[in-house]
């Protein structure tokens, strides 16, 4: 059974830094992009970045780029999503996705779709104080 898990969210005050993680189980971790979300209440899903199978390459939403960083260790089934310089603007539950369908979907145009991900964690709260 697929599983992806979220975790590490919380209260942060601005200028701050998160490290979420999402736990892998159930298929295999190396052949598939992941990618993060987030929903801030009352708006829809946005894309925060992805990692290619491989962890060669990034892509972020300009919203982060140049304060997130996506990682991944495969061989503990695990990808980092470490945030960095919070605004009260990334409020937000935080998700973890991936296409199994596509193993190529950690791609400059094809990430950020949210339709495209069948498989979710349940999100993890974070929340930053101004």
């Known amino acids: 059974q697929v599983q992806l898990v979220e975790s590490g969210g919380g209260l942060v005050q601005a200028g701050g830094s998160l490290r979420l993680t999402c736990a892998a189980s159930?298929?295999?971790?190396?052949?598939?992009?992941i990618s993060w979300f987030r929903q801030a209440p009352g708006k829809e899903r946005e894309g925060v970045g992805c990692i290619s199978s491989r962890g060669g390459s990034t892509y972020y939403a300009d919203s982060v780029k140049g304060r997130f960083t996506i990682s991944r260790d495969n061989a503990k089934n695990t990808v980092y999503l470490q945030m960095n310089s919070l605004k009260p603007e990334d409020t937000a539950v935080y998700y973890c996705?991936?296409?199994?369908?596509?193993?190529?979907?950690?791609?400059?145009?094809?990430?950020?779709?949210?339709?495209?991900?069948?498989?979710w964690g349940q999100g993890t709260q974070v929340t930053v104080s101004s």
């Open positions: 159930g298929f295999t971790l190396d052949y598939y992009g």
């Open positions: 996705a991936t296409d199994l369908l596509n193993v190529h979907r950690c791609s400059a145009y094809m990430w950020s779709f949210v339709t495209a991900y069948e498989n």
